[in-house]
C-alpha cells in the first residue's frame, strides 16, 4: 500500500482533496449537479496543487492513488459525451466487413444498424468517421461487446483506453518529479476524460510522452512509430515529423511511414481521404465549442461588419497553423529546442487555433505540461476552467468559463514567458526610435 504523509496537516489535505476527487463520478452522473461538479473540481485542484507545493506525496502514493481513482471513474456512464457511441457504431460497422469510412450513419446503406442505441444516442450521424485506423482498430473490442450489450463494449473500450493511458502515467513517473506527476495523474479533468467517460484522447499520453522519452533516449525509429501512431490516433502529431527529421535524419522517416502503410492498409478505398476530409472541412467550418481565440476574432468581424464570419474564420485558422508550421520548425533548429517544448509549442498552438476545443482534447497536452520542473500552469488552468464549459448543456453559464479560461491562459502564459515578451517589446521599441 502507498505510504501517507508524515505529516498529520498533509495526510488531512491528501484525505480531502482524494474525497473530493471521489464525489465527481457522482455529480457527473445528473446533469442537476453538473454545477456543482465544477466547484469541486477547481477545489480538487486547489487541493493537489497544495500537495504539490509541499511536496507530501512520494512516487508511489502518487501511482497507487492514480490507479485506485481510475477504477473508482471506470463505472461512469457517457453523461458528459456521446462520442462513445460513435466508437462502437464504427466498431460494429467493421465487424459486419462494412468498412467505417463508407458511408455516413444515417445512408439508406446502414438502414439495419439504425433501429439500435448507438444510432439513436450518436452525434454527427450525417457526418463520415474522422476516426484514424489506429482508433478504429480499438473500435473493433468495443464493437466486439456491443453485440452483447452496447454498456460491455463501452466498458471494455475504456477499460482499454485506461491501461493504456496509465502506461503514460508510469512512463511520466520515470522522467519527472512526483510532484509533478501528480498534477497529470491526479488531475480531474483526466480522471473524468479518461477513466470517466472514454474518450481516444486517452491513447495520446502513452504515444506522445514517449516520443519526448525516445528522443530523449536517442532511439529514432521508436520515435518516429510513435509519432506516426499518435497520428493514426488524432492526425494532428504528424506535424511533429519534421522534428525528428532534424534529430535523427532519415532514420525518423522509413520506420514510421512502414508502420503508417501497414495501420493504413485494412482501410484502405479510394474514398476514405475524400471522405475524411469533407468531414474535417465541416467540422472547421460548423462546429465550435470553447475556442477563445477564434469567438474574439468572430466577434471583432461581427463589430466590424455585422456579419457572422465563422465560415470563413475557421478554415482560415486552419491555414493559420499550417503556414506557422515551416516557422515553428525553423525556431527548433535556431534555438535548438528539447522535443517536449517543440512538441508543447506545436500542438498548443494547434489547440489555440481550433474552433473546439472540448476539455478532453486538453488531455495530451496536460500530460506534456509537467515534464518541465516548472509545469506550463497556462494549460492546467484552461483545462480545469474547461469542465465549466459543460453547463452549456444543462443551461447554466458558458461564456465566463471561456472568458476566464482563455483569458486567465494568456495571462499565465505571458507570466511564464515574460523574459521572451520583453525582449520583443524592447526590440519593437528600437524600430520604432
Not at 500552469?377 to 482563455?406: D, K, N, P, Q
Request: a positive charge; proline letters at 7%; one cysteine or more.
Amino acid at each position: 500500500m502507498p505510504a501517507l504523509p508524515s505529516s498529520r496537516p498533509d495526510t488531512l489535505l491528501l484525505a480531502i482533496t482524494v474525497g473530493a476527487l471521489a464525489c465527481l463520478p457522482v455529480l457527473a452522473s445528473f446533469p442537476t449537479l453538473w454545477p456543482p461538479l465544477v466547484g469541486v473540481v477547481f477545489f480538487a485542484m486547489g487541493g493537489l496543487i497544495t500537495l504539490r507545493h509541499r511536496e507530501a506525496l512520494s512516487m508511489r502514493t502518487v501511482l497507487w492513488g492514480g490507479v485506485l481513482l481510475r477504477v473508482l471513474f471506470l463505472p461512469l456512464l457517457p453523461e458528459l459525451t456521446d462520442d462513445p457511441f460513435r466508437y462502437l457504431w464504427d466498431g460494429r460497422l467493421q465487424l459486419a466487413g462494412i468498412n467505417p469510412y463508407h458511408y455516413v450513419p444515417e445512408a439508406d446503406a446502414l438502414s439495419s444498424f439504425q433501429e439500435g442505441v448507438l444510432f439513436r444516442e450518436m452525434n454527427s450521424q450525417p457526418y463520415y468517421s474522422i476516426y484514424p485506423p489506429l482508433t478504429q482498430l480499438t473500435f473493433v473490442v468495443g464493437g466486439l461487446g456491443s453485440l452483447l450489450d452496447w454498456h460491455l463494449g463501452y466498458y471494455l473500450l475504456k477499460g482499454l483506453y485506461t491501461a493504456v493511458e496509465f502506461g503514460g502515467v508510469v512512463l511520466l513517473s520515470r522522467m519527472t518529479t512526483a510532484r509533478n506527476v501528480v498534477l497529470y495523474a491526479w488531475n480531474p479533468v483526466v480522471l473524468l476524460e479518461v477513466a470517466g467517460q472514454g474518450h481516444t484522447e486517452a491513447l495520446m499520453v502513452p504515444l506522445l510522452v514517449g516520443v519526448i522519452w525516445s528522443v530523449q533516449q536517442g532511439w529514432a525509429a521508436t520515435a518516429s512509430m510513435l509519432v506516426t501512431a499518435a497520428g493514426m490516433v488524432k492526425l494532428y502529431p504528424f506535424v511533429l515529423g519534421p522534428f525528428l527529421l532534424r534529430r535523427f535524419g532519415v532514420r525518423a522517416v522509413w520506420p514510421g511511414a512502414l508502420l503508417g502503410v501497414a495501420l493504413s492498409l485494412p482501410y484502405a478505398a479510394p474514398y476514405v481521404l475524400p471522405h475524411m476530409k469533407a468531414s474535417v472541412d465541416l467540422f472547421s467550418e460548423l462546429f465550435e465549442f470553447n475556442a477563445g481565440p477564434y469567438y474574439l476574432v468572430k466577434y471583432g468581424f461581427w463589430l466590424g461588419t455585422g456579419a457572422d464570419w465563422s465560415k470563413v474564420i475557421g478554415p482560415a485558422f486552419r491555414g493559420v497553423f499550417v503556414a506557422s508550421l515551416p516557422g515553428l520548425y525553423v525556431l527548433d533548429g535556431w534555438y535548438n529546442w528539447s522535443m517536449r517544448r517543440a512538441a508543447l509549442w506545436t500542438i498548443g498552438l494547434f489547440l489555440v487555433l481550433s474552433t473546439t476545443v472540448h476539455p478532453w482534447y486538453l488531455v495530451p497536452v496536460l500530460a506534456l505540461s509537467v515534464l518541465d520542473e516548472t509545469p506550463s500552469w497556462h494549460w492546467v488552468w484552461l483545462a480545469t476552467a474547461s469542465v465549466g464549459t459543460y453547463l452549456f448543456y444543462v443551461g447554466g453559464t458558458y461564456w465566463i468559463w471561456i472568458i476566464g479560461g482563455w483569458g486567465g491562459a494568456g495571462v499565465l502564459a505571458l507570466y511564464r514567458h515574460r523574459s521572451a515578451v520583453r525582449a520583443l517589446v524592447q526590440a519593437g521599441r528600437k524600430r520604432a526610435s
